[in-house]
């Protein structure tokens, strides 16, 4: 996925929103652009363009928290991991459904 760049993870020692956009939806092992045909209940994953989500590492624990599209759509974000300079958000839709390009607040 050459348009995913890695996620700019500066804001995470800030505790303010942001606005992200989200770059990729991985579920069940692939990629997907958007999160409508995903079951309802199933777990989902989001990279962002730049988050201020503290991902697990160093022994550090993640951060947990929500991504928002006012009144469209939020995901219950549960876990934050690093995978090679790309911070995945994995967690449970609450409402509504996520598009690749969309922008979102963190």
């Known amino acids: ?5 890695k996620t700019d993870d500066s804001a995470k020692y800030g505790r ?8 990729a939806i991985y579920h069940a092992k692939k990629f997907h652009d958007s ?3 995903i079951p309802e ?4 994953g ?10 697990e590492q160093g022994g ?13 759509a939020e995901l219950d974000v549960q876990n934050v991991q690093l995978y ?10 609450k409402y509504g459904r ?3 390009g969309d922008t979102a607040i963190a």
Request: glycine share 8%.
């Open 1 to 5: 996925m050459p348009q995913v760049t």
């Open 16 to 23: 303010e929103n942001i606005t992200s956009k989200i770059q």
């Open 35 to 37: 999160t409508n045909d």
């Open 41 to 44: 209940g199933d777990q989902i």
């Open 46 to 55: 989001l990279i962002l363009d730049k988050t201020n989500f503290y991902a």
């Open 60 to 72: 550090q624990e993640y951060d947990t928290g929500r991504i928002v599209i006012d009144g469209q």
């Open 84 to 93: 090679a300079g790309y911070v995945l958000h994995t967690g449970y839709m």
């Open 98 to 100: 996520f598009d690749v």
